[in-house]
């Protein structure tokens, strides 16, 4: 069984070198962190984001580079970049624009706002209020503006990449629901090692690099449309299914010990936000297929800002990467195998002539689950039939033991095809 999810929106991108384009994502990251010292993930991520056309909200301290990664990212893509500072009195037509009359000409013109470029940084986006968030909506998802009856579309590639400090509670706002599904992804930004903090220092001193142009722009939309040919295989969707079903059907997914703590789990945006970031970060990897270790990757940035945790779990000081290390460690993924196709000989079919490819061994009885413990970068692996999974991470504070008595099993099939390169 294969599952080719190839976008609808926009039209399938000719053959390309999967390398090629790998390579030319590598040059603009590279010109990135030129400038930017340590924070990777962040780096990463704002690159698949781009790829795969969806938003990213960055919480952290001030003074984490968020703001100077946007604008080192637009240099190296060639785009247009604008810094909106939000504040408590900043009103929706500072954003989208506003109609102005015009006296000498006895009509009213439309004077459209600062959001027309291809990367808009919103600055400090929980310091202004509701009617100001709520301007972004359909500039988010319907990337258009709409004032007085005219709609005007937005530049392509368009991209929203909001910051949030997470210290202060006074004179912000908290992003409402639909907004913060409107992102693809939640980063936490943490701060530099000693180490960074020392290049820092070196680096950027009385003469800061600058990063150049790695790309042009028609060059990243063109990645953009490979980016949606990436072949994605029913196992990898059904383990991205089953991410999202844990956290609404705790219960019946084997994690019982998650339905008091859990308000409303993911909406299907995440579903499809697993999927787009696996793509873009299969094709940063060279690869024209995505497998299950990509959709783990971003897990955890995709689920973490739509999850609604219950008065329970706030009162026993869990956040939302509690939940999601646990889903991640108990919620098996398929085993991925790639098995050469034999050639048809005429006149004759495969099935009649030869004997059907062998199955992928599968591991041991005895050999334990791993967990999504810090130390281990991969999804649970766990083919039908498996022994129960192992006890859960120390890091995930006052959640209810796993039961020992839970057989695991994945709806998809346990053996992946993947495509010839």
């Known amino acids: 069984m294969t599952f080719d999810d190839t976008s609808t929106h926009h039209a399938p991108a000719p053959s390309v070198d999967v390398t090629a384009a790998a390579a030319s994502l590598e040059q603009a990251l ?17 690159l698949v984001a781009l790829l795969a056309r969806g938003h990213i909200l960055l919480e952290g301290v001030p003074g984490l580079a968020k703001t100077l990664a946007v604008s080192t990212l637009a240099k190296a893509i060639g785009g247009s970049f604008v810094r909106l500072q939000f504040t408590p009195d900043l009103l929706p037509s500072d954003l989208v624009g506003t109609r102005i ?38 500039v988010m998802a319907e990337r258009q503006v709409s004032i007085g009856g005219e709609t005007r579309p937005l530049p392509h590639p368009f991209l929203v990449l909001a910051t949030q400090n997470p210290v202060e509670s006074e004179g912000v706002y908290t992003l409402p629901e639909a907004q913060r599904d409107r992102f693809l992804m939640k980063v936490t930004v943490g701060y530099p090692s000693p180490t960074e903090e020392l290049e820092i220092v070196r680096r950027m001193g009385v003469h800061p690099p600058e990063a150049e142009q790695a790309m042009t722009l028609d060059e990243l939309e063109h990645l953009q449309d490979v980016a949606d040919t990436i072949y994605v295989d029913a196992g990898v969707a059904q383990y991205a299914v089953d991410l999202v079903m844990a956290t609404r059907e705790p219960a019946h997914r084997g994690l019982p010990e998650l339905e008091p703590l859990i308000e409303f789990g993911v909406s299907p945006r995440a579903t499809l936000g697993l999927v787009a970031s696996g793509r873009a970060l299969a094709l940063m990897r060279g690869r024209s297929y995505v497998v299950p270790q990509d959709v783990f990757d971003v897990a955890r940035d995709v689920l973490r800002h739509r999850i609604m945790l ?27 195998s790639p098995v050469a196709h034999r050639p048809v000989p005429a006149g004759g079919s495969a099935d009649s002539t030869m004997p059907p490819p062998a199955p992928a061994p599968s591991p041991a009885p005895e050999a334990p689950l791993p967990s999504a413990s810090p130390g281990y970068t991969g999804p649970a692996i766990a083919p039908s039939g498996a022994p129960s999974p192992p006890p859960p991470r120390s890091g995930d504070r006052n959640l209810p033991p796993v039961p020992t008595n839970r057989t695991s099993s994945s709806a998809a099939d346990p053996t992946v095809e993947l495509p010839e390169s």
Do not use: C
């Open 30 to 46: 590279f010109e990135v962190k030129k400038v930017i010292v340590g924070q990777d993930h962040m780096i990463e991520r704002l």
């Open 101 to 138: 009359w015009r006296a000498s000409e006895e009509r009213f013109d439309t004077e459209w706002g600062p959001v027309f470029a291809n990367l808009v940084l919103t600055d400090e986006i929980n310091r202004a209020p509701a009617k100001v968030q709520s301007a972004l909506l359909e």
């Open 310 to 336: 219950s008065y329970e779990a706030l009162a026993k000081s869990l956040t939302a990467d509690d939940i999601i290390n646990r889903v991640l460690s108990m919620v098996p993924a398929a085993t991925i």
